[in-house]
């Protein structure tokens, strides 16, 4: 059974950096056609894909975020992490990891429980 657990600071300050790291379990990160996502919510608001990065080692990005955003991976930990660059409180969401088969943009196959990161002073 795949397993995905979300980790975060759950509180940053504006114009710091957001770090949120994805746990995997019961699957490697690396197994072909394979794409782990970012996902957030913010409150009261739509979910918004934010970027992933392949079994290969590729990455992807929202262009509205991708200035802002990198996503990296450690294959001997099994962890997926996200970083979001100068944040302001419009990055106050819950984010959630994501597996998906194909396609960075399909639905997920499997879903972590996300992570709520308030972003405030």
């Known amino acids: 059974q795949v397993q995905l657990l979300e980790s975060g600071p759950g509180l940053v300050k504006p114009s710091q950096t957001l770090s949120v790291t994805c746990t995997v379990s019961?699957?490697?990160?690396?197994?072909?056609?394979?794409?782990w996502s970012w996902i957030r919510q913010p409150p009261g608001k739509e979910e918004e894909w934010m970027g992933a990065?392949?079994?290969?080692?590729?990455?992807y990005y929202s262009p509205s975020l991708k200035s802002r955003t990198s996503i990296s991976r450690d294959t001997s930990k099994s962890q997926i992490t996200l970083q979001l660059r100068s944040v302001t409180p419009e990055d106050t969401a819950v984010y959630y990891c994501?597996?998906?088969?194909?396609?960075?943009?399909?639905?997920?196959?499997?879903r972590g429980q996300g992570t709520l990161v308030t972003v405030s002073s």
């Open positions: 994501c597996r998906t088969y194909g396609s960075a943009r399909r639905e997920c196959t499997s």
């Open positions: 019961g699957a490697s990160l690396t197994a072909a056609g394979y794409f």
């Open positions: 990065i392949a079994y290969s080692g590729d990455t």
